[in-house]
Nanobody, 126 residues
Framework: QLQLVESGGGLVQPGGSLRLSCAASGFTLDYYVIGWFRQAPGKEHEGVSCISSSDGSTYYVESVKGRFTISRDNAKNTVYLQMNSLKPEDTAVYYC???????????????????WGQGTQVTVSS
């Protein structure tokens, strides 16, 4: 069974930090492009950050550049999203997704995937 499980969300004050985890089971993330997406209430999924397992290249949506960092722990088969200087507009449910044979830029501008997991809620509020 192929599965991605997101975790690490929570409630945080503006300016705070969270680290999200995307743990893969049933397969390894090798040869995949992995992306973090978010969905705010009433809005479609938005690509946030993506990373390539083959060459390590990364992509960040303009609104999170300098604040978010995507990384991968090969031993744990897990991808992380470190989120610093969080803003209320970052509030959303965050999901991870994977594809093969795609650039990180193309991955992060996609709006639909075959399926989404439960995601993890990030709420930034004062």
């Amino acid at each position: 069974q192929l599965q991605l499980v997101e975790s690490g969300g929570g409630l945080v004050q503006p300016g705070g930090s969270l680290r999200l985890s995307c743990a893969a089971s049933g397969f390894t993330l090798d040869y995949y492009v992995i992306g973090w997406f978010r969905q705010a209430p009433g809005k479609e999924h938005e690509g946030v950050s993506c990373i390539s397992s083959s060459d390590g290249s990364t992509y960040y949506v303009e609104s999170v550049k300098g604040r978010f960092t995507i990384s991968r722990d090969n031993a744990k088969n897990t991808v992380y999203l470190q989120m610093n200087s969080l803003k209320p507009e970052d509030t959303a449910v965050y999901y991870c997704a994977v594809l093969r044979g795609i650039t990180v830029q193309a991955m992060c501008v996609r709006t639909t995937f075959g399926s989404w997991g439960q995601g993890t809620q990030v709420t930034v509020s004062s």
